[in-house]
Each structure stands twice: as C-alpha cells, then as structure tokens.
C-alpha cells in the first residue's frame, strides 16, 4: 500500500505564490507518472497538471505559465509552484500518482488527501 504526504495549503492572497509538495512512500518499485488535481468548491475535479518518469509536464490550459511542476526521484516527491494566484484558484488540491509495486507492468494509483488552498481577492 502506498500513501501519500501533502503539505503546503492554505490562505493566499491574490496575486500571491503557493507551494505544494507531495511525498510518495510504501510499497514502490517505479512511479509511471505524478499529478496534482483540484475540485473548486461545487465543481468537479480536474486536472491541475501532471509530469511522467521522463519529467515531461502537462498543464491545464488554466495555470499555464502560472503553475510548474517538479518531481525529486530519488524522493518519490512532486512539487507543485503556482504563482501569480487568482481566486478561482480556490480548491482542495489532491496529489495523484500512478506507480508499479514489481518489474510488471500492472500499475496502482494512489491519492493524497487533500490540501485546502484559498485565494482571496
């Protein structure tokens, strides 16, 4: 079983920088790829953005240019930089990683429990 840490939530103002972290332990053998999601309040979740074991990332077309994403390997660790934060921003934001416990290719998916980020204006 996997799990994963979250840290770094909270109350920003507008305009301002966040920085999630997000540390994977337990039963890993390699890790397919790293994300973070949100869910707005009364919205779905959606993806924030993503980065694969070549550290090729992805973005929602939202925080292009605003968000980064990083992994640490040797830690099992994604990070997440956003900057110049506006309040629809405002979401739980949920780490997700996609992982093998062995040399076969069957893959498990694990995710955080969630941290708080709210953007005021």
Request: include cysteine; proline fraction near 3%.
């Amino acid at each position: 079983h996997v799990q994963l840490a979250e840290s770094g939530g909270g109350l920003v103002q507008a305009g301002g920088s966040l920085r999630l972290s997000c540390t994977a332990s337990g039963n890993i053998y390699s890790i397919n790829s790293m994300a973070w999601y949100r869910q707005p309040p009364g919205k779905q979740r959606e993806l924030v953005a993503s980065i694969i074991s070549d550290g090729t990332p992805n973005y929602a077309d939202s925080v292009k240019g605003r968000f980064t994403i990083s992994r640490d390997s040797a830690k099992n660790t994604v990070l997440l930089q956003g900057n110049s934060l506006k309040p629809e921003d405002t979401a739980v934001y949920y780490c997700y990683v996609i992982y093998r416990i062995d040399v076969s290719v069957r893959t498990f998916a694990s995710w955080g429990q969630g941290t708080q980020v709210t953007v005021s204006s």
